[in-house]
């Protein structure tokens, strides 16, 4: 086998085991760019998609969102945190995933709210 299949069986492997965990690495990254948080109102990363950014949410503030989502991305530089109400309860479902590529194609709940971390 080749060095190259090698690799490419690694890979594959590796990302077998991150996806069965629950955040799966996504096989191109072109769908949501780098310093953007997306969320789309279907599994696996399908309907409609909202995007947001630094410019467009500020750290600290709870930002609803203008859909229900179901799978989401976080490439921004902060962690954050999505949550199952649009008011961002903690009387509810919440999680915050890490920065610079967390990959969620279904989400343990529905996603109605974000909130973006400080440095």
């Known amino acids: 086998m080749s060095s190259t299949n090698s690799l490419i069986a690694a890979l594959a492997i590796t990302a077998g ?4 965990s629950g955040i ?5 990254d072109k769908s949501c760019d780098k310093g953007e948080f997306c969320v789309w109102s279907g599994p696996d990363y399908t309907g409609d998609v909202q995007r947001l950014d630094l410019e467009t949410a500020n750290p600290g503030e709870c930002i609803p969102l203008n859909l229900v989502g179901k799978s989401f991305v976080n490439r921004l530089s902060r962690d954050a945190s999505v949550y199952q109400r649009e008011n961002c309860s903690t009387e509810a479902e919440f999680t915050t995933y890490p920065r610079h590529g967390t990959y969620v194609p279904d989400a343990y709940f529905v996603i109605r709210a974000l909130e973006v971390w400080g440095p």
């Open 24 to 28: 799966a690495v996504a096989q191109s």
């Open 17 to 20: 085991a991150v996806a069965s």
